[in-house]
Nanobody, 122 residues
C-alpha cells in the first residue's frame, strides 16, 4: 500500500518562508509525476507545482519565482520550498504521486497525502 505523509506546514507571516516535505512509503514500480496541490476554503484543489522523474518542472503562474519543487528519489521524498509567502497562499497543501504500482498488473493511479495546513497571516 502506498502512503504519502506531508509535514512542514504552519503559520507564517507575509514574506516568510516554509518548506513542505512529503515522505512516500510502499513501492511503486513507475512514477510518472510528483507534485503539490493546494485547496483554499471554498475553492477547488489546484496544482501548485509538479516534477517528472526526468526532473522537468512546472509551476502555477502565481508561485513561479517564489516556490521550488524538488525530489529525492532515493528517499522517496518530495519537497516544496516556499518563499515570499502571501495571504493568498493560505491553503491545505497536498502531496500527489501519479504512478503504476505494479507494471503489467495495474494502470496509473493517483495517490494523495492527508494534507498540511499553510496559513499566511500577520
Amino acid at each position: 500500500q502506498v502512503q504519502l505523509v506531508e509535514s512542514g506546514g504552519g503559520l507564517v507571516q507575509p514574506g516568510g518562508s516554509l518548506r513542505l516535505s512529503c515522505a512516500a512509503s510502499g513501492s511503486i514500480d513507475k512514477i510518472n509525476t510528483m507534485g503539490w496541490y493546494r485547496q483554499a476554503p471554498g475553492k477547488q484543489r489546484e496544482l501548485v507545482a509538479a516534477i517528472t522523474t526526468a526532473g522537468r518542472t512546472n509551476y502555477e503562474d502565481s508561485v513561479k519565482d517564489r516556490f521550488t519543487i524538488s525530489r529525492d528519489a532515493a528517499k522517496k521524498a518530495l519537497y516544496l520550498q516556499m518563499s515570499s509567502l502571501q495571504p493568498e497562499d493560505t491553503a491545505v497543501y497536498y502531496c500527489h504521486i501519479n504512478g503504476i504500482r505494479r507494471l503489467g498488473l495495474s494502470g496509473p493511479t493517483d495517490y494523495w497525502g492527508q494534507g498540511t495546513q499553510v496559513t499566511v497571516s500577520s
